[in-house]
């Protein structure tokens, strides 16, 4: 496997509080990208980052934000957390994604479960 | 638009037939294409990926793909399923004007029956 953590692996949280998500990769890859899997949907991109402190919005940003600080760590943040937040999130990373071309390698999944 | 689409929720085979899986996209440019597999309680791994060249793709754990241009499907098959081959996958498309999103199928559940 790839050398991406995730953390934690599982959370419970109450609606309405910040929740913060963190990725970290051992593989010095330059593009992070954070993904929801749900039942139906497969999965959605959240955000993305293409280099420290480069990041961009993807099709399902509302509610949540992102930081990149370092070149191994992607933080998602749930600024206030919705039960439509639920889900199982991933990471993922890629070496180049300028063009496309590059598969993505994935972490294990944070599931989250907001009551 | 980019989109991508997996036509069946589930496949169900026996062990020692030839599976396959479908998909189909629709890209503006030209298309990237990927196959992931997702066992239980695990991220994505990738199998395989169409860039260019022979529409033949070989990959991981004997898989292949074949893409098809006029029918815009890219299904995955194996001439031999194994138990273990059991799990979900996903195809997922880039396309040379998409830049960093891929988007991603559904997901098919593969059962490979003993």
């Known amino acids: 496997d790839a050398g991406i953590t995730q953390s934690p692996r599982h959370k419970v949280t109450e609606t309405g509080t910040p929740v913060t998500l963190r990725c970290h990769q051992t593989?010095?890859?330059?593009?992070m990208y954070w993904y929801r899997q749900d039942p139906g949907h497969g999965l959605r991109l959240i955000h993305y980052?293409?280099?420290?402190?480069?990041?961009d919005k993807g099709e399902v940003s509302d509610g949540y934000s992102v930081s990149r600080s370092k070149t191994e760590d992607f933080l998602l943040t749930l600024e206030s957390a919705t039960s439509s937040q639920t889900s199982v999130y991933f990471c993922?990373?890629?070496?180049?994604?300028?063009?496309?071309?590059?598969?993505?390698?994935f972490g294990p999944g944070t599931r989250l479960t907001v009551t | 638009a980019q989109s991508v689409a997996q036509p069946e929720d589930q496949v169900n085979v026996a062990e020692g037939n030839p599976l396959t899986v479908k998909c189909t996209y629709s890209?503006?440019?030209?298309?990237?294409l990927f196959w992931y597999v997702q066992y239980p309680n695990r991220g994505l791994q990738f199998l395989l990926k169409?860039?260019?060249?022979?529409?033949l793709v070989k990959g991981s754990y004997g898989f292949e793909a074949e893409f098809n241009k006029s029918q815009t499907s890219f299904h995955l098959k194996k001439p031999s399923a194994l138990v273990s081959d059991s799990a979900l996958y996903f195809c997922?498309?880039?396309?040379?004007?998409?830049?960093?999103?891929?988007?991603f199928g559904a997901g098919t559940r593969l059962f490979v029956k003993a």
């Open positions: 993922a990373i890629s070496e180049s994604g300028s063009i496309g071309r590059e598969e993505q390698y």
């Open positions: 593989e010095n890859h330059r593009y």
């Open positions: 980052s293409y280099g420290v402190k480069d990041t």
């Open positions: 890209v503006s440019g030209n298309p990237y």
């Open positions: 169409y860039i260019t060249g022979d529409n």
């Open positions: 997922a498309v880039r396309d040379e004007t998409g830049g960093f999103k891929t988007i």
